[in-house]
């Protein structure tokens, strides 16, 4: 039980154009879910947290403009890569707190995101 | 900023048992202790999680002392697909979720 899925794996896109990833919780509700990104041998680094129904919460140095952030149903958030540079290139991975009130979160498999 | 320390690497063999220290002297009364699992190009991986005392999954076990300053992660007899980072986490409910904060993680390297 509790599966996160990301689509799309990777995704590769031209300087300038938007990108949006999906984050599905597969077999349980979400109220929360977070997003993270991740270069190459560093650690996760917290993006954003996003709750269900409400505009989500950005973390420090974090452009909420330019990361765009949905989280319209109980399983489902989007990240939207906006106006998406080469710098944005990373490694891009959701989570889903299991429930309200419980700690543990899963997370899903990573989207690798090049900006060429 | 980081809540725990880590050692940055251990190395081990197969078949032995690896003990992974994480140090959160700043715990909260509220927070829990969370080990993840991650592979190159891979999301974490759920290891286990615990408040107090011994915990001990299928895959895991994971020694907390009273003071709860510190956790050990225990993984018994390791294979080469062991091979991979580990992430102590520390962190409590605000609000009803539970917001982590990544450190470093510790690279562990299994060795035939």
Same mark, same amino acid.
């Given at each position: ?12 896109? @031209? ?25 190459? @041998? ?12 409400? @505009? ?7 452009? @909420? ?52 | 900023?980081? $809540?725990?320390?880590?050692? &940055? ?6 078949? +032995?048992?690896?003990? &992974? ?5 700043? /715990?909260?009364?509220?927070?829990? &202790? ?13 290891? /286990? +999680?615990?408040? $107090? ?5 299928? #895959? ?8 709860? $300053? ?14 991979? #980072?580990?992430?102590?986490? #520390? ?7 539970? $917001?982590? /904060? ?7 390297? #299994?060795?035939?």
């Amino acid at each position: 039980g509790a599966v996160v899925s990301q689509h799309p794996s990777w995704v590769i896109c @031209k300087s300038g154009t938007s990108v949006k990833i999906e984050c599905r919780s597969l077999d349980f509700q979400a109220t929360t879910m977070f997003w993270y990104r991740q270069f190459p @041998k560093q650690s996760l680094m917290l993006m954003a947290t996003s709750n269900e129904g409400s @505009k989500a919460t950005y973390e420090q140095g974090v452009e @909420k403009d330019k990361f765009l952030i949905n989280h319209a149903s109980l399983t489902l958030s989007t990240l939207t890569v906006t106006s998406a540079h080469p710098e944005d290139s990373s490694f891009y991975i959701c989570s889903a707190q299991l429930a309200l009130g419980q700690e543990t979160q899963y997370f899903g498999p990573g989207t690798r995101l090049l900006v060429l | 900023l980081a $809540k725990t320390t880590q050692p &940055i690497s251990m190395d081990s063999y197969e078949g +032995q048992e690896v003990n &992974i220290t994480c140090s959160h002297n700043n /715990i909260a009364t509220n927070d829990y &202790i969370t080990w993840y699992q991650q592979f190159p190009s891979q999301g974490p991986r759920f290891i /286990i +999680q615990g408040y $107090k005392t011994k915990v001990t999954n299928e #895959v895991a076990s994971l020694f907390i002392p009273a003071d709860r $300053k510190s956790s050990t992660l225990s993984l018994p007899r390791v294979s080469l697909s062991d091979t991979a #980072v580990y992430y102590c986490l #520390v962190g409590g409910l605000s609000g009803g979720y539970n $917001k982590l /904060i990544f450190g470093a993680g510790t690279r562990l390297a #299994v060795h035939p």
